[in-house]
């Protein structure tokens, strides 16, 4: 499985992104039966998880420094993980990466993640 990330840039604190992970890969292999998350890496830390939706998307959970800010959601029809950003801080500044866990339900801990993405920046200017 391959995922292709998108959506990162530029932003001024305040502002809003939003993240796209589409996932491809041989044989039609999809990521509907998987759950589905995001984590991040500012340089110097240790990748960290932001936010994870289960394999239908009726469970989602947030790190406790973006509950009420970011809001996961996912296109099963569409192989596709999104991550709405916004009232985004300096501090959310970092790569972020979307990932497959290995289950129905969000990998919440990187040893848990099956497939990752290539990453995409996220800078937001004071």
């Known amino acids: 499985v391959q995922l292709q990330a998108s959506g990162g840039g530029l932003v001024q604190t305040g502002g809003s992104l939003r993240l796209s992970c589409g996932a491809s890969g041989a044989s039609g292999r999809t990521i509907s039966n998987n759950g589905l998350g995001w984590f991040r890496q500012a340089p110097g830390k240790e990748r960290e998880f932001v936010a994870g939706?289960?394999?239908?998307?009726?469970?989602?959970n947030y790190a406790d420094s973006v509950k009420g800010r970011f809001t996961i959601s996912r296109d099963n029809a569409k192989n596709t993980v999104f991550l709405q950003m916004d009232s985004l801080k300096p501090e959310d500044t970092a790569v972020y990466y979307c990932?497959?866990?290995?289950?129905?339900?969000?990998?919440?801990?990187?040893?848990?993640?099956?497939?990752w993405g290539q990453g995409t920046q996220v800078t937001v200017s004071s």
């Open positions: 939706i289960s394999w239908k998307g009726g469970t989602t």
């Open positions: 990932a497959v866990s290995r289950s129905a339900m969000a990998a919440s801990r990187p040893e848990y993640v099956n497939y």
